[in-house]
Each structure stands twice: as C-alpha cells, then as structure tokens.
C-alpha cells in the first residue's frame, strides 16, 4: 500500500507542476499578445501620420495636387 501512496502522491505533485507551467506559460502568452498589439497599433499610427502629412504637403503645393476632390 505505501508504494501506491507514493505513486499517487508523485502523479499529484506533477500534476501541479504541470498546471504551474501551464500558468506561466499563458500569463507570459498574454503579455506577448499584449506587446505586439500595442507595437502593431504604434506602427499603423505612424503609418497613418505618414500619409497624412504626404497629404498635406500635397494639398500646400497646387502644381502637384492632381488628386481634385
């Protein structure tokens, strides 16, 4: 019987391990998803800036404005 005890207990203890990994693992996922986000949002707004001020140099100049609206 104390065999036994030891296997169950050995099979609790890595199935604890297990769950803590598993934890960690998607705690640190999130965070990753979290970061690129915020990296993908900071390049499109820099994108969109871009393109903006290609606009308003476009609109200043009314020899290069061949976009009529």
Not at 23 to 33: G, P, V
Not at 40 to 66: D, Q
Request: charged share 15%; with cysteine; proline share 3%.
């Amino acid at each position: 019987m104390a065999p036994r005890q030891g296997f169950f207990t050995l099979l609790r203890f890595f199935d604890g391990l297990c769950e803590r990994i598993y934890m960690m693992f998607s705690i640190a996922c999130q965070l990753l998803q979290r970061l690129l986000l915020l990296v993908a949002r900071s390049i499109f707004v820099r994108i969109l800036v871009s393109i903006e001020m290609l606009l308003a140099l476009i609109s200043w100049y009314p020899g290069l404005n061949s976009l009529h609206f």
